[in-house]
């Protein structure tokens, strides 16, 4: 059976004509006009890209629906959804709570209203960013106010907020709104934890007054598939962050630890045979110059992986990298 089929190019030469069964995507640094379906953009550098943006689509292989649900463009095929909501902060200026707060709460609360709504509740992967992310505002730094945000969303929704929640990345752009991406489906996904790291969600207080709320990586379940999604990894052994200013340190260590997660996804996967070197990986680089240093390192520990490189702020002040990855198998 033909499933879901992850597609980057740097234009869109090859690239079906039939848009109806594009379910989402992304749009990477500058120079595409935005698509007509469902798609997140992430104006960034992206270092040794030649040109200078890229595009991912999710392809369904049959025509998807589509609607606008509270600002949330989305498209779903079967049992899969995907969408996309960005929120202006502005519009929450004079909100009991930071501006940055209340719009990341009432994003997440739209979209797991969607996901009831259209039955598909479980929550996947997401693909959270924000302007200036290790900034203070209001006393808290803005990706702690994030955190409060999206945690009482996720409690006030019954998903809880520990244990079974999603793949996630968090990431600071200069500018920007804020912008949600997110994969959602009928099937819970199969959350995996870190040996070497503790949960994020039991972080202590010192990250924050509110843990942040996502998984090491998820197992998820379109028809006939498997997709193992490694959330944002970063320089972090327990709790602590390593090898401060060492981007070629805390990038080992940074993949040290998603081979560990691989290793934990495939003790509690279905068909058990992810590969490092399968891996479409996404690295985020504080500094743009850091990005030879990051490549030779990636192919050192994983061989020769396709890997795209975005400039941006990782969400503590001391990371200078954090690295994402996906694979898909039949199932
Ligand atoms: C860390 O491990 C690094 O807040 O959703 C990675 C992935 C990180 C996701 C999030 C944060 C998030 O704590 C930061």
Known sequence: MAGLVFLTTADDAGVPRETARILGGARLGAGLPAADWPEQGIAAALPGVAPTALRERWLSPVDCQ?????GIAWRRTG???YGVIELDEADFAGDARTPLQAASETAYRR???LLDAQGLPELWRVWNYLAAINEESHGLERYRQF??????????????ATGNVPAACALGLRDGPLSIAFLAGKLPAVAVENPRQVSAYHYPTDYGPRSPTFSRAALAYPPG?????????????????????DVAAQTRETLTNILAVLGEANRLSQQAGFRPDQLLCRAYLRHADDWPAVAAV???MLGPVEVCPVVADV?????????????MAAR
């Open 66 to 70: 589509q609607g606008v649900d509270e």
């Open 79 to 81: 049992d899969v959804l």
């Open 111 to 113: 979209i797991f209203r």
């Open 147 to 160: 955190n409060l945000g999206r945690q009482d969303a996720f409690l006030a929704c019954h998903r809880g």
């Open 225 to 245: 598939q498997e997709i193992l999604f490694i959330s944002g990894t970063a320089s972090i052994v327990g709790h602590r962050s390593m090898h401060v200013g």
């Open 298 to 300: 990636i192919e050192e």
């Open 315 to 327: 969400c503590r002040a001391d990371l200078l990298i954090e690295i994402e990855a996906m694979a």
